[in-house]
């Protein structure tokens, strides 16, 4: 298995990584191999492809006749935490799974801890560990112009939270140890300091971003067709034992738009993906003022399934449930694109763009 399959457009130090081949030469249709390019057309993209397999501690870099170009091994010796990207200096920033070395009660697909940045010639030139007992990084990162890293983790939010914030304690949950504790999402920028420290110079939590129609005696009450720009907390995609998971939003990619100062999340368990404004400070994006389009962390737009806000029809189209990462943003055409009479009918624009 795969993970973080892309296209790498950095630059490799002191080389200059042009098409070997002035065009390829694809004659590899073997039926019977199993490792190495086994396919491929004239019709193919002329670059490098970057991939991290899920069973090994190595990430590798082919070119378009599937020839090693570089690999870069984790130091920690860590399986991958689901991504992996390629900087401009011909460095590697990944995600590593740090398995039993984790200290909270989280687990599940994507789990991560850990983020290393290896140079060229495999020599580490950055870690650092994000995991306790009340939270962890999974899935996607997103390196930012100014060095600085969004990350995506789960946090901990115990039975008698999640009881207090509106959810329905009928709705079961998988959590360890019998509790109904639930693992919100949240993002974090990280900015790198020396060869193994961070600061966390921005936040944003689901958590402070919740609309619930199920008791009226506890947090977040209100309409929830009302408030498209708050997450159901009483939403449920799975079915029989996959129901109620306490990684029930389980996002899974990230991107960030330099231009408008957006950030877009793509969560698997609600079948949506959510823009939110990167401009407020970390008090405003707990609230629902501030920052550039005056929503504070509130979602700004979002696609994929209107049942979740209420307004959406009464059988889920079956296309959603594929909608998993990567994503990323696309240039203004394809925006326009995608702003469609299908994108209108299920997405909800939650703002005015300045």
Known sequence: MLTSVVLAQAQVPGEQLSPINDAPKCNAQRENWTVGLVSCTNESHTGYTLFS??????????????????????????????????LDDGSLLRTGNIGNESIGNFSGGGIG????????????????????TTAITHHDIEPLPNGNILAIAWEDRSEQEALQAGRNPAIASDSPGGQGNIWPDQIIEIEPVGSNGANIVWQWHAWDHLVQNYDPTKDNYGTVEEHPELLNINYVTQSGNQAGRADWMHCNSIDYNVELDQIMISCRGMDEFYIIDHSTT???AAGHSGGTYGKGGDFLYRWGNPQVYGKGPIKRPATLRSARCPMDWRGASRRKETSSSSTTALGEQLHTRP
């Open 53 to 86: 397999p899920f069973p090994s501690d190595t990430s590798y870099l082919i070119d378009e006749e599937g020839r090693e170009v570089n690999s870069w091994e984790s130091p920690g010796g860590h399986r991958p935490g689901a991504s992996a990207y390629m």
């Open 282 to 284: 970390t008090q405003e």
């Open 113 to 132: 801890g850990k983020l290393e940045r290896i140079a060229w010639d495999g020599t580490l030139m950055w870690s650092w560990e994000y995991s306790s």
